[in-house]
């Protein structure tokens, strides 16, 4: 496909197809716990089935710094391709599994390989993008991760009218070949031009590994960042591993109806959010620089009553009411971050900076996952789930106070 101005749009559905896969067959497993517990012994306990969910989030946490760093100095292109081709094989062979033991080590290569998609494919739609479409794309490839979880929540109605190991092939083979066609039409851009490469050779003139993280050490604004999108992360997270099982608890409804009716309630609202949120991102930017961050800080805002009422709601109105503004305004949130980050860090290391974001946010994300399936058995996930709500509000006041970027891309002096 010949480089051309309507590529950075052929680029971000090209990566949507990606984003959709990689989070559908993450998704899945969450949902599909009752049918698999009936071959595999273990999953019948919700800690257990915590630890399942929790190692996955622990090696991508700690691959997610190492691939941000990879993306920054090598081929994205390659690296994209690579890592759709090894979790899609990932989910194939967990098809096959037959013991617990096999689960939880396939979901730890699936976290190494999964690892490598994001900053790569972010940096590379933030490279192909100038500010006036850059939230946009952000978001629009960020509806794919949605509509990814979305029909990640139907692995338990496919299971139920065929089997789960059927569901894993089946979408293990669907990635594996899209893998192929990535490798015809993927392209990638140098950092330093607008020249388009599609070698497997690492790029030239990138950061030198300890030069790119001391710059981001360095930088007391990506601390900021970090932090807030580190807490932010813990209903994030939350809501894609256990809002299933709340939805089922509090509605009294079995996984087959509570796993659809929750993740489709999320994903659809959030695909509303990331768009309307890229859209208001971008041109709000462009009467005053902070509009991004006021855009971002607009939809955590929204997430904070949305946590009380998914917590305490019993009804449907309450629960799915709060489930649609939870993904309105973490719509808002997600399609801001990586536009956020470059205003405030060079282009040589945005892959690097949202790699350690996204291993601090996965870590928060392994502990809270843990913590609800104790929670879980426990039975007091609902009031957990609420109290999220004061740490986000901490994150917000942070946002808030400390973000003033000066430019809508960050140049260094």
Request: with cysteine; charged share 10%.
């Amino acid at each position: 496909m010949k480089y051309s101005k309507s590529y950075p749009w052929v680029l971000v559905g090209l990566l949507w197809v990606v984003a959709l896969l990689n989070y559908m067959d993450r998704q899945m497993l969450s949902v599909m716990k009752p049918a698999m517990q009936l071959n595999i012994a273990e999953l019948r306990s919700a800690t257990n089935f915590g630890y399942l969910m929790a190692i996955f989030l622990w090696i991508y946490g700690l691959m997610s710094p190492v691939s941000g760093i990879i993306a920054d100095r090598f081929n994205r292109k390659w690296l994209i391709v690579y890592s759709l081709f090894v979790w899609s094989g990932v989910t194939f062979a967990m098809g096959y599994a037959t013991t617990f033991n096999q689960i939880y080590w396939l979901r730890a290569i699936m976290g190494i390989s999964e690892a490598l998609y994001i900053p790569a494919g972010l940096s590379l739609i933030a490279d192909f993008h100038t500010a006036k479409t850059r939230s946009l794309a952000i978001g629009v490839h960020m509806t794919g991760l949605y509509v990814g979880q979305a029909l990640g929540g139907f692995g338990a109605t496919a299971a139920a009218a065929f089997s789960w190991q059927t569901t894993f092939q089946s979408f293990g083979v669907v990635g594996m070949a899209y893998s192929l066609v990535l490798i015809f039409f993927l392209k990638e851009k140098e950092k330093s031009a607008d020249t388009v490469i599609t070698t497997a050779h690492p790029l030239p003139a990138k950061a030198t590994l300890f030069k790119g993280i001391a710059a981001l050490l360095s930088n007391k604004a990506f601390w900021v960042i970090l932090f807030y999108f580190a807490v932010s992360s813990l209903p994030g997270w939350a809501t894609k591993n256990w809002l299933p099982t709340l939805f089922a608890q509090n509605l009294n409804i079995p996984m087959a109806q509570a796993g659809p009716l929750s993740t489709v309630t999320i994903a659809a609202s959030s695909f509303l959010g990331v768009i309307f949120g890229g859209i208001l991102s971008d041109k709000w930017v462009q009467k005053n620089k902070r509009g991004r961050v006021f855009t971002s800080a607009i939809g955590l805002a929204l997430t904070i009553p949305s946590l009380l009422l998914l917590g305490f709601g019993h009804s449907l109105f309450n629960v799915v009411g709060a489930g649609v503004c939870f993904g309105l305004g973490f719509g808002l949130f997600d399609a801001n971050n990586m536009p956020i980050l470059c205003q405030f860090v060079s282009a040589k290391y945005r892959a690097t900076a949202y790699g350690i974001m996204n291993m601090t946010g996965v870590f928060f994300g392994a502990f809270i996952t843990d913590m609800l399936g104790k929670s879980s058995d426990a039975g007091h996930l609902g009031a957990d789930f609420a109290m999220l709500a004061g740490v986000v509000l901490i994150a917000l006041i942070m946002q808030l106070y400390f973000l003033k970027p000066i430019s809508d891309e960050y140049v260094e002096a």
